[in-house]
């Protein structure tokens, strides 16, 4: 054959292998753009320099195509171009889990293009049925959803507080922000495209929850709006009885000493009060500080029986302590266990009945303490059990409004034990056994 003829034959497999070549090059930098676009808009607000540095190193990776030599090399390439961008979406969805705010990309189409573990498990659900869905669909939420149209149609950031009702309320502050890029995918019907303009459009939704903030503001007025009555109560009924002395001229000693004996019993109860509200607000104020000490359990029950010996006798209680050592050491607050320990001895005390029994039982293991407090009284209506720990609230017994007390004996205990991390349960059934268990762990 001719030197001519395979001179030809080699140019013409040089322009094929080189048209190969720059068709692959547009093929596989088209698809790279497609597959980057969401991750590095993402991306980009938190790591930009990361970005440039993979943009950089798949274009160095495309402008050595033209070096290569056959379908095997570009085969290598396009799997190299494959985990990096694996490895680069993989980070930006760790990052996006890793940030405690819930964070979720919307398509002009109101699916769901991604959304972050924060904002799946407040909702508790599940990334492979939450992707693709309709937000509308997901949340059931009409607020949402007209933010996320609001956005897109006006091409405005939008920002609301709003409420999720479910079993227990979610409150949270939603602000959508839109995100519009040019897009080379025209022909793709799975990405959302403006028809007039050719770019892509997403929408960035950022869901901070306040419902604790929201919970706390409304407790707080609530509590005034309580200790302002429980406090005008008392006061209000002082003043009639010392109006009363006044008016009868003294000259009635069997009038006048009923109602001042009624006077100091308002007084008493107010000052019941005050200690309690002073003791909640203590306890509320170092909510994450607890001044340990080593204490002797043991002995701080022993102490808190003693201390109440003359009231569990007017009111016909007796008191057994069972402890399955001598001693039992703990490492914790000694007022604050003191507190807990009284204010449960008082509220059988005041609400369990005259004759009652109160058992009180101390144990341990290696990694927990176990306290009881257990008696055979009046015990506590089925319907008042969920709200007992409820700061003010009284219940039905008919013993509820004729003894001294603040409401507020049992909100302490329950925040003391939360302070120490522990459990406290409260089971009843009336005029047979109400029992106390409360379980702390050694190591707070």
Request: net charge neutral; proline share 2%.
């Amino acid at each position: 054959m001719p030197l001519e003829i395979y001179i030809y034959l080699l140019i013409a497999i040089v322009l094929i292998l080189l048209t190969l070549t720059i068709y692959y090059r547009f093929k596989i930098r088209n698809i790279y753009k497609r597959f980057t676009k969401i991750p590095d808009i993402l991306s980009s607000g938190i790591s930009g320099s990361g970005n440039k540095k993979f943009i950089t190193s798949i274009e160095n990776k495309s402008s050595r195509l033209n070096t290569y030599n056959g379908f095997q090399n570009i085969k290598e390439l396009v799997n190299n171009i494959s985990e990096q961008f694996k490895r680069n979406s993989k980070l930006t969805d760790t990052i996006l889990d890793s940030v405690s705010m819930g964070i979720m990309i919307v398509g002009s189409d109101r699916k769901i293009i991604k959304i972050n573990n924060p904002l799946l498990s407040l909702f508790h659900l599940e990334n492979r049925k939450a992707r693709g869905e309709t937000t509308m669909m997901v949340f059931n939420n009409v607020k949402l959803e007209s933010m996320i149209i609001d956005t897109i149609k006006n091409r405005i950031s939008k920002k609301e507080n709003i409420i999720f009702y479910r079993d227990e309320d979610l409150y949270l502050n939603i602000e959508t922000i839109l995100i519009e890029f040019e897009s080379d995918n025209t022909e793709d019907k799975s990405i959302s495209i403006e028809p007039e303009t050719g770019r892509e459009l997403n929408v960035l939704v950022l869901a901070r929850n306040v419902t604790q903030k929201v919970e706390f503001s409304k407790l707080r007025s609530q509590f005034v709006a309580n200790v302002s009555h429980e406090m005008r109560t008392p006061l209000t009924s002082i003043k009639g009885y010392l109006e009363t002395v006044v008016d009868s001229d003294l000259k009635d000693r069997q009038l006048v000493e009923k109602y001042l004996n009624k006077s100091l019993e308002e007084v008493d109860r107010l000052n019941f009060l005050i200690k309690d509200i002073l003791d909640l607000s203590r306890i509320e104020y170092r909510r994450n500080v607890i001044f340990k000490s080593d204490i002797d359990l043991v002995e701080i029950i022993r102490d808190s029986i003693d201390s109440v010996d003359i009231l569990a006798e007017e009111n016909s209680i007796a008191i057994e302590f069972e402890h399955a050592k001598n001693s039992i050491k703990y490492r914790s607050d000694e007022e604050l266990f003191r507190q807990l320990i009284g204010n449960i001895i008082k509220n059988t005390i005041f609400y369990s009945g005259s004759g009652s029994k109160l058992k009180i039982h101390l144990s341990e293991d290696e990694e927990k303490i176990y306290l009881s407090f257990t008696d055979n009284g009046n015990g506590i209506a089925k319907e008042d059990l969920p709200y007992i720990f409820q700061r003010f609230f009284r219940g039905k017994s008919p013993y509820s409004s004729k003894r001294i007390g603040s409401g507020l004996g049992l909100s302490i205990v329950k925040h003391t034990v939360d302070l120490h991390g522990g459990k406290i349960k409260v089971t009843s059934r009336p005029n047979i056994e109400t029992s106390f268990d409360i379980v702390l762990p050694k190591d707070i």
